[in-house]
């Protein structure tokens, strides 16, 4: 078998090592089309930031280290009522983008450096992605899958926002990350290698970002599985795995949290729980690999039962509060006009109530796909690799159900089951071509297995065509609250606290060197809740609130989504008043030169008679 793990060899005798096989000249050529494409996309962008909160802070966060930041302290000293906010982001993503910021402002500055980084960043990871997957399809079913793989890759990337020029947070990297894993766990020679990348790369991935830590779970939960079913012939990729983990997660832990941090116990990031957990999985798994792959099968069993109660108690006794949802503490009323408010934090039935067009493109092809694969078992036709395939579309869709932002995942993995369909189907559609039955059922699977499909379709059905022709304002309204020209008049002011909706604090972050009160962060859930009460209280208890942050200036966008929800939860509140032209007399208006609609005003506690807690 042709992969990027091994040299190809000719069937013949005595063959010449190829440095380049049929596999990466074939990723190469859908990466290359993919960037052309994504650069094209970048040239009619408005910003060289993408549209998300998270890349704009990514960026923030980047810039502090470059600004001499120490790498182990991740406090975003401008964010949050006092003391600055601890982010739970990953270092390891932040060094790339750096690296590349600092290897091109000698030339083109500092914004140029940034605009370039920026657009090479998410680009870059276009080629491991697509040769992950096409080196999954070649596992699974030959140079035809691997093409189909390839293909619908592509389609994935392009219709997707998570490569743009301008993304930056990490879920493109674990996006990345979940492919290698699979490409890997179908390695069916069972190659010490193979499995010795996957479990760098579900280190990798708990190191990054807590959002794929139930994915991790399940790909250990799969390898120890395998492991317990096949003993010997499994043993040295077992063992590879395990080591590879507990190894890359140890270096990772010890290479990016400070040794003051060693001993806490967060839920959202590495640190001790999931550092000590997944060490003593992988090595334990490893060792049983080792020790004990001459037991029968139900000696293995044993063993990984075992091993589980083992790890199963560590972790009811070292982190019992990470068994469930971190966000589960937040208060009420964040729940109201924040994370039921954010799509990717939605579950299925949510997304349903509201009648969103968007669940057949989050859904329906990893609900595709499991069928495909309960199909075929019941066919007896590759169980073992079905099996597999099915397990992993399965844990991610049934993620997805609980929240949306797992459906990438779950689109991605399905993309494999459909690819290994649409070689049988077609063959048949070749090898009776009169039959025009079969060419259809090739053409309808091909149309089904691309989630971009369902979106269009749900689309048009609940949108109409006006977003489609881009005459629909929905999200360009909102953007604009939080664009240069909106932060103009801003920057005029000396470094002071602003209080504004939790959706522009990023931006205020990145174009001013004022600190915020709020950005949409649950480790900020105090800086959230006062902006939330000041906008929604009367003018009496909001002048109080003020002032116990000095003076800050309070920045009020009516097109804001969280300052309209806030609106119409209490239109007699500051928010509201500021809405219907209304200015209470603690306020004092501040001129603005820009046209976005955004209103300045400066908390003047004097003009009462009263002065604020804090000066």
């Given at each position: 078998?042709?992969?990027?793990?091994?040299?190809?060899?000719?069937?013949?005798?005595?063959?010449?090592?190829?440095?380049?096989?049929?596999?990466?000249?074939?990723?190469?050529?859908?990466?290359?089309?993919?960037?052309?494409?994504?650069?094209?996309?970048?040239?009619?962008?408005?910003?060289?930031?993408?549209?998300?909160?998270?890349?704009?802070?990514?960026?923030?966060?980047?810039?502090?280290?470059?600004?001499?930041?120490?790498?182990?302290?991740?406090?975003?000293?401008?964010?949050?009522?006092?003391?600055?906010?601890?982010?739970?982001?990953?270092?390891?993503?932040?060094?790339?983008?750096?690296?590349?910021?600092?290897?091109?402002?000698?030339?083109?500055?500092?914004?140029?450096?940034?605009?370039?980084?920026?657009?090479?960043?998410?680009?870059?990871?276009?080629?491991?992605?697509?040769?992950?997957?096409?080196?999954?399809?070649?596992?699974?079913?030959?140079?035809?899958?691997?093409?189909?793989?390839?293909?619908?890759?592509?389609?994935?990337?392009?219709?997707?926002?998570?490569?743009?020029?301008?993304?930056?947070?990490?879920?493109?990297?674990?996006?990345?990350?979940?492919?290698?894993?699979?490409?890997?766990?179908?390695?069916?020679?069972?190659?010490?290698?193979?499995?010795?990348?996957?479990?760098?790369?579900?280190?990798?991935?708990?190191?990054?970002?807590?959002e794929t830590t139930p994915f991790v779970?399940?790909?250990?939960?799969?390898?120890?599985?395998?492991?317990?079913?096949?003993?010997?012939?499994?043993?040295?990729?077992?063992?590879?795995?395990?080591?590879?983990?507990?190894?890359?997660?140890?270096?990772?832990?010890?290479?990016?949290?400070?040794?003051?941090?060693?001993?806490?116990?967060?839920?959202?990031?590495?640190?001790?729980?999931?550092?000590?957990?997944?060490?003593?999985?992988?090595?334990?798994?490893?060792?049983?690999?080792?020790?004990?792959?001459?037991?029968?099968?139900?000696?293995?069993?044993?063993?990984?039962?075992?091993?589980?109660?083992?790890?199963?108690?560590?972790?009811?006794?070292?982190?019992?509060?990470?068994?469930?949802?971190?966000?589960?503490?937040?208060?009420?009323?964040?729940?109201?006009?924040?994370?039921?408010?954010?799509?990717?934090?939605?579950?299925?039935?949510?997304l349903a109530k509201q009648g969103s067009?968007?669940?057949?493109?989050?859904?329906?092809?990893?609900?595709?796909?499991?069928?495909?694969?309960?199909?075929?078992?019941?066919?007896?036709?590759?169980?073992?690799?079905?099996?597999?395939?099915?397990?992993?579309?399965?844990?991610?869709?049934?993620?997805?159900?609980?929240?949306?932002?797992?459906?990438?995942?779950?689109?991605?993995?399905?993309?494999?089951?459909?690819?290994?369909?649409?070689?049988?189907?077609?063959?048949?559609?070749?090898?009776?071509?009169?039959?025009?039955?079969?060419?259809?059922?090739?053409?309808?699977?091909?149309?089904?297995?691309?989630?971009?499909?369902?979106?269009?379709?749900?689309?048009?059905?609940?949108?109409?065509?006006?977003?489609?022709?881009?005459?629909?304002?929905?999200?360009?309204?909102?953007?604009?609250?939080?664009?240069?020209?909106?932060?103009?008049?801003?920057?005029?002011?000396?470094?002071?606290?602003?209080?504004?909706?939790?959706?522009?604090?990023?931006?205020?972050?990145?174009?001013?060197?004022?600190?915020?009160?709020?950005?949409?962060?649950?480790?900020?859930?105090?800086?959230?809740?006062?902006?939330?009460?000041?906008?929604?209280?009367?003018?009496?208890?909001?002048?109080?609130?003020?002032?116990?942050?000095?003076?800050?200036?309070?920045?009020?966008?009516?097109?804001?989504?969280?300052?309209?929800?806030?609106?119409?939860?209490?239109?007699?509140?500051?928010?509201?008043?500021?809405?219907?032209?209304?200015?209470?007399?603690?306020?004092?208006?501040?001129?603005?030169?820009?046209?976005?609609?955004?209103?300045?005003?400066?908390?003047?506690?004097?003009?009462?008679?009263?002065?604020?807690?804090?000066?």
């Amino acid at each position: 078998m042709t992969d990027l793990t091994e040299a190809t060899s000719a069937k013949g005798r005595g063959a010449r090592v190829r440095p380049w096989t049929r596999l990466s000249w074939a990723a190469l050529g859908y990466s290359l089309a993919v960037v052309a494409f994504l650069s094209g996309k970048m040239m009619r962008a408005a910003d060289y930031v993408g549209r998300d909160n998270d890349d704009v802070m990514r960026l923030v966060q980047v810039r502090d280290l470059l600004a001499g930041q120490s790498w182990f302290d991740l406090t975003q000293v401008r964010l949050g009522p006092g003391g600055g906010t601890l982010m739970h982001w990953s270092r390891l993503v932040d060094l790339p983008i750096a690296a590349l910021i600092t290897l091109f402002k000698p030339f083109v500055g500092a914004e140029g450096a940034e605009t370039i980084a920026l657009a090479v960043w998410p680009m870059a990871l276009v080629l491991p992605l697509m040769a992950a997957m096409g080196l999954a399809g070649r596992r699974i079913g030959g140079p035809q899958c691997m093409h189909f793989c390839l293909f619908f890759t592509a389609i994935f990337i392009v219709t997707s926002n998570r490569f743009q020029a301008g993304s930056i947070d990490h879920h493109n990297v674990q996006v990345v990350l979940v492919a290698v894993m699979v490409g890997m766990v179908v390695d069916q020679h069972y190659r010490a290698m193979s499995f010795a990348l996957a479990g760098v790369a579900a280190a990798l991935a708990i190191a990054i970002g807590a959002e794929t830590t139930p994915f991790v779970a399940v790909i250990c939960l799969l390898v120890a599985a395998l492991w317990a079913w096949e003993g010997r012939s499994f043993a040295g990729a077992a063992a590879a795995f395990g080591a590879a983990l507990a190894t890359t997660v140890s270096a990772a832990f010890f290479l990016t949290v400070p040794p003051h941090l060693y001993g806490a116990v967060t839920c959202d990031s590495l640190s001790l729980a999931f550092f000590s957990l997944s060490a003593l999985g992988g090595g334990l798994l490893a060792v049983s690999a080792l020790a004990a792959s001459r037991l029968g099968r139900a000696g293995r069993l044993l063993v990984l039962g075992l091993s589980g109660g083992v790890i199963a108690g560590f972790a009811f006794v070292m982190a019992p509060q990470c068994l469930k949802n971190p966000l589960a503490d937040l208060d009420p009323l964040l729940w109201e006009l924040w994370l039921d408010n954010v799509t990717e934090a939605q579950s299925f039935f949510a997304l349903a109530k509201q009648g969103s067009g968007g669940l057949g493109a989050f859904y329906f092809s990893g609900f595709f796909a499991l069928a495909i694969c309960g199909w075929r078992i019941q066919r007896r036709d590759r169980i073992a690799l079905h099996l597999i395939l099915g397990s992993l579309v399965l844990a991610t869709w049934c993620i997805a159900l609980v929240q949306v932002r797992g459906a990438v995942f779950a689109n991605l993995i399905a993309i494999l089951p459909a690819s290994l369909l649409l070689v049988d189907l077609r063959e048949n559609s070749i090898r009776e071509p009169r039959r025009v039955l079969a060419s259809l059922f090739y053409a309808v699977a091909v149309l089904i297995s691309v989630p971009a499909v369902w979106a269009l379709a749900g689309e048009v059905a609940t949108n109409g065509t006006a977003d489609l022709a881009g005459n629909s304002d929905r999200r360009g309204a909102s953007a604009r609250c939080t664009s240069a020209e909106a932060m103009a008049d801003l920057r005029q002011f000396p470094a002071t606290l602003v209080v504004a909706p939790s959706n522009m604090g990023a931006s205020i972050l990145r174009f001013t060197d004022h600190r915020v009160l709020s950005a949409p962060y649950h480790r900020n859930p105090e800086g959230m809740l006062a902006e939330l009460r000041i906008g929604l209280a009367a003018p009496e208890e909001a002048a109080a609130l003020l002032g116990r942050f000095g003076y800050p200036v309070i920045v009020f966008c009516a097109r804001d989504p969280q300052t309209r929800l806030v609106i119409k939860k209490a239109p007699d509140g500051v928010y509201g008043q500021l809405n219907a032209g209304k200015v209470p007399d603690f306020l004092d208006i501040v001129p603005v030169t820009a046209s976005t609609g955004l209103k300045l005003f400066r908390f003047a506690p004097e003009s009462r008679g009263a002065s604020p807690e804090n000066p």
